[in-house]
């Protein structure tokens, strides 16, 4: 499962220039990114920016700049770009690929055109040598302002045949979208792949309780809707395994003794959950928004073919704060054990009780406006009094980590 050990966001918003783990040009310096990355801050720190800059790096890839860029809740680029900034939004990508597969890095730089459109003015993607500490890292995709190269024959079996010019047609197109579905551009194919496949959450349970339609869906939406459709997919093609998800998943969620399911007479899946003291079941309609929040994550980190990345903002909305805990350690465990790599944003401590001092990271707004960015590991107080007991929720409550109060 391949994961991000590092980025660099320049110029994206109130994000005018954060650095998180390692680099291209600091690969041995720091630690990597963890498996799960949890942001606090208080209101207006710049956290649901952080979440949005990874959702348009995907949305770059899969629609293209301008269309990224012209979302509704973006409002163009201008709007984008961090206020008195002349120069491109740019984004450093350093990920690895697998745990034997050396890391590599991607450059993406969107500045505006004559018309005074958002085009891809900047790619690279390059990865260093084996056992290279000190040379330059090879480079095998470079473009700007639509032409470059890509070097071609680029996967691991083959030997490099040279340098095949590139010259784009649309400039709002990545180059790493359009090479990366040819097959001799392997490593392009599976960065494109990596990105394309990030997963993000903004569940409403409102949208789980309503009666879907008929039809199994190999993955769980954005927001949930089809959190029942999921569910007869995991039915349909892994029927033993989903009997023991739904055993294993009702032991983790109080006060529930049993889940199952049943068809509805046109075919639709209807989940049943039995609770303690009570003969009769309830269906998804009738249980309470926390119950089907917390439900819907479990059989999220079930997911057979798994995002390899996956961003939830506040998890804790409408859950209890005593499960809060229990929800981040089964993320943990999820993401330690080989699952896809996890990014939470919260306001909540008992969710940062369950984490370490490297997990944890500290947005706070500076003098200037622009956020600044800290790894609570960094702040001395911190990891010493985590070492010596002291939960990391507690720290932040009672203000130890200085900043990001909640």
């Given amino acids: 499962m391949p994961w991000l050990e590092g980025i660099r966001i320049r110029n994206y918003r109130v994000l005018k220039d954060l650095a998180l783990g390692r680099s291209i040009e600091r690969p041995y310096s720091g630690d990597p990114l963890p498996r799960l990355l949890t942001v606090i801050g208080t209101n207006g720190s710049g956290k649901s920016m952080f979440m949005d800059a990874f959702c348009f790096i995907r949305d770059c890839l899969r629609e293209g700049v301008e269309e990224a860029c012209d979302k509704p809740y973006r409002g163009g680029f201008e709007r984008l770009r961090a206020q008195g900034a002349r120069g491109p939004v740019e984004f450093e990508i350093y990920y690895r690929q697998g745990a034997k597969v050396r890391p590599a ?105 309503r009666l879907a339609a008929p039809g199994a869906q190999k993955h769980l939406s954005r927001r949930g809707g089809n959190l029942a ?120 401590p008992y969710l940062v009780d369950a984490l370490t001092p490297k997990e944890v990271w500290i947005l706070e707004k500076a003098e200037d406006g622009f956020s600044t960015i800290q790894r609570a590991a960094d702040i001395e107080p911190v990891d010493r009094l985590y070492k010596e007991g002291i939960p990391m929720g507690s720290l932040w409550y009672s203000d130890h980590f200085g900043r990001g109060n909640p």
């Fill in 105 to 209: 890095s991607y450059t993406l730089k969107i500045a505006l055109d004559r018309k005074k459109r958002p085009y891809v003015a900047y790619e690279r993607l390059r990865q260093r040598g084996k056992g290279d500490r000190t040379g330059q890292p090879r480079t095998f995709l470079e473009v700007e302002n639509g032409e470059g190269y890509v070097l071609s024959g680029d996967t691991e079996a083959e030997k490099t045949k040279g340098k095949v010019p590139v010259r784009l047609k649309d400039p709002r197109r990545l180059a790493v979208s359009t090479l990366g579905n040819l097959a001799e551009y392997g490593r392009i194919a599976v960065f494109r792949e990596f990105i394309e496949g990030w997963y993000f959450s903004d569940f409403v349970p409102a949208e789980a309780r």
């Fill in 229 to 348: 459709n999921y569910v007869q997919y995991m039915e349909r093609h892994y029927p033993e395994k989903f009997k023991k998800i739904l055993r294993n998943v009702a032991r983790k969620m109080p006060g529930i003794q049993k889940i199952a399911s049943r068809q509805s007479g046109d075919g639709r899946l209807m989940l049943q959950f039995w609770e303690e003291g009570l003969a009769e079941p309830f269906y998804a309609l009738d249980m309470s928004y926390g119950t089907l929040k917390m439900f819907a994550y479990l059989m999220l980190m079930e997911d057979p073919d798994p995002a390899p990345f996956i961003g939830i903002e506040e998890p804790e909305k409408g859950l209890h704060h005593q499960l809060l805990e229990d929800l981040a350690g089964e993320m943990q465990n999820y993401a330690e054990q080989g699952g896809p790599q996890i990014m939470l944003t919260t306001h909540s």
